[in-house]
Antibody, heavy 122, light 107 residues
Framework: EVQLLESGGDLVQTGGSLRLACVASGFSFNSYAMSWVRQAPGKGLEWVSATGSGGIDKHYADSVRGRFTISRDNSKNTLYLQMNSLRVEDTAVYYC???????????????WGLGTLVTVSS | DIQMTQSPSSVYASIGDRVTISCRASQGVSSSLAWYQQRPGKAPKLLIYGASSLQSGVPSRFSGSGSGTDFTLTLSSLQPEDFATYYCQQADSFPLTFGGGTKVEIK
């Protein structure tokens, strides 16, 4: 069974930093691209960042580029999101999500974690 | 960036009704379109990928169609567990983008 478990969410002040982690199990983590998707309270889904299976290719939403960094450690089956210079508008539940296939350019998600809440206070 | 526009934003329906949700992309995305269901307090669940391919384990009352810029998710006979919010997502190019969501509510 595929499982994704996020951690690291917390209450932080504006300008602060957090590192989120997502531990994966039940599939060959090093074969799949992974993404972070967030959802502000009462709002819709917003894709944040993606990394290819090898961790070389990385993509970011304009809203986080230059502040957030995605990475992965395939030896630990773990995806990370380093979040710096946090803003109130970064407040959201952050989900990690697994690409649907190992085929390159598969950009939909067939498994999601339960999410971790990041709250940024001014 | 590709903008995804869903309509309606909410729909009221009864058990057994047929429900159709539309999603329009601001530019062509071929068949690179996915649909998700999200129940309150839960993570999204993949229903449809490639515009019309049913994800394993998803009931056959869900179906997707379309290509290019116009897509449709159809629920053929609404069941109690289908009351949720539905999102489309273009999977054609970065940045990936979602529609604003359609909430299916009980009439």
């Amino acid at each position: 069974e595929v499982q994704l478990l996020e951690s690291g969410g917390d209450l932080v002040q504006t300008g602060g930093s957090l590192r989120l982690a997502c531990v994966a199990s039940g599939f060959s983590f090093n074969s799949y691209a992974m993404s972070w998707v967030r959802q502000a309270p009462g709002k819709g889904l917003e894709w944040v960042s993606a990394t290819g299976s090898g961790g070389i290719d990385k993509h970011y939403a304009d809203s986080v580029r230059g502040r957030f960094t995605i990475s992965r450690d395939n030896s630990k089956n773990t995806l990370y999101l380093q979040m710096n210079s946090l803003r109130v508008e970064d407040t959201a539940v952050y989900y990690c999500a697994k690409a649907g296939k190992t085929v390159a350019h598969t950009r939909y998600f067939d498994a999601w974690g339960l999410g971790t809440l990041v709250t940024v206070s001014s | 960036d590709i903008q995804m526009t869903q309509s309606p934003s909410s729909v009221y329906a009864s058990i057994g009704d047929r429900v159709t949700i539309s999603c329009r992309a601001s530019q062509g995305v071929s068949s690179s379109l996915a649909w998700y269901q999200q129940r309150p307090g839960k993570a999204p669940k993949l229903l449809i990928y490639g515009a019309s391919s049913l994800q394993s384990g998803v009931p056959s009352r869900f179906s997707g169609s379309g290509s290019g810029t116009d897509f449709t998710l159809t629920l053929s006979s609404l069941q109690p567990e289908d009351f949720a919010t539905y999102y489309c997502q273009q999977a054609d190019s970065f940045p990936l983008t979602f529609g604003g969501g359609t909430k299916v509510e009980i009439k």
